[in-house]
């Protein structure tokens, strides 16, 4: 059984018993595949030729941004692509410096199939917060807003920086997608690597439990499908 079927029969096994939790408790069984990215064994296999939305965001001044499963599934191909042309290799681990945006959502999916952990990081930080965890997450990459670059100046130390438009010297942009542009990134490898590392506050802080490996399975992404296949048919 590949990751993919493993992974939907431990999803459909909760769905069927949702209604009796003695019943989900006395039979499910985490799903341990020795090999598994949710990104590319999961999200991208229920994600392709997907037309129901995946995504919305709602904001101030009329702003209503959506995307469908399919239009995510391809335009985190084509951003991982593109990170990875820029040198970014499995295993460094990237600052994402972004508000609710559609953005946000499609680099977190690039980022988990290239293996690169994510370091996410709220926009109220500071220059001098900023540069405590680039330093102490070992950054090898940020990836901000242009409206926040300006933070970065004598934060970023020597990680490459990456705006998700415009243009500032000293930073790449992230391209916006060419029609019909589909690149695939390479398949991940077996050995374990963080997903998401946090930064703890001071008194907090431990290595050993700042971060999320991928050989788990997120049982906040597994309610989040559950969720929705809850709600309507969307393929998942």
Not at 65 to 91: C, H, K, M, P, Y
Not at 158 to 168: M, S
């Amino acid at each position: 059984m590949n990751p993919t079927e493993v992974f939907r029969r431990a999803r459909d096994f909760l769905i069927a018993h949702r209604t009796d939790y003695e019943g989900a408790c006395r039979g499910f069984e985490w799903p341990r595949p020795e090999r598994f990215n949710w990104a590319l064994d999961w999200f991208d296999c229920i994600a392709r030729g997907n037309t129901s939305t995946a995504l919305r965001i709602v904001g101030d001044g009329g702003r209503d941004a959506q995307l469908t499963f399919d239009e995510l599934r391809r335009r985190s191909n084509f951003l991982a692509a593109q990170l990875r042309s820029l040198g970014i290799v499995r295993g460094d681990r990237v600052l994402l410096m972004l508000g609710n945006v559609p953005a946000l959502w499609e680099l977190t999916l690039a980022c988990m199939k290239l293996g690169c952990p994510i370091i996410p990081t709220t926009t109220l930080l500071m220059p001098v917060d900023l540069q405590d965890r680039v330093e102490r997450g070992g950054a090898r990459v940020v990836i901000a807003d242009p409206t926040l670059a300006d933070r970065f100046e004598a934060a970023a130390g020597t990680a490459l920086r990456v705006l998700i438009r415009d243009t500032r010297p000293g930073w790449h942009t992230s391209p916006n997608q060419a029609p019909g542009m589909i690149s695939i990134p390479a398949r991940r490898r077996s050995r374990p690597i963080p997903c998401f590392c946090i930064s703890l506050p001071a008194p907090l802080r431990n290595p050993s439990s700042s971060c999320k490996r991928t050989r788990a399975i997120p049982s906040g992404i597994c309610q989040q499908c559950i969720g929705s296949a809850c709600g309507r048919a969307t393929g998942i």
